[in-house]
Structures are given as C-alpha cells and as structure tokens.
C-alpha cells in the first residue's frame, strides 16, 4: 500500500467516525485536498521528466 492510499484511508476512516457533520465535511474536505495535491505532483514528476528529454525546453 502506498503511502498516499494509506493516508486516504486513514482519512476515509476518521470522517466515518465524526458524529458532526461539521467535520465529516472536514475531513472529507482534507481528503479531496491531498487527492488534488498527489495529482499535482504526479503532473509536476512528469513535466520534469519531460523538460529532460527535451533540450530545446532548457
């Protein structure tokens, strides 16, 4: 399991837990955040790769 399916789970579990829907809706809310920053970073690792195999794109 990768880090990233840890902490999703970790959260999914935490929100299921709360009885507040004030912070199921947080934790729903960090959930979606780290979804949108792992997809970031995967464009960013990508780009990179990208730019080295590129040398015109110094």
Known sequence: MTND???H???QDL???QPQFTDR???VA???LITEQAQR???LQGEIDGRTWRP???
């Open 5 to 7: 399916a840890w902490l």
């Open 9 to 11: 789970q970790q959260i």
């Open 15 to 17: 929100a299921q837990r």
């Open 25 to 27: 809706a947080f934790w």
């Open 30 to 32: 960090l959930d979606r």
């Open 41 to 43: 970073r995967d464009q």
């Open 56 to 58: 015109d794109r110094w």
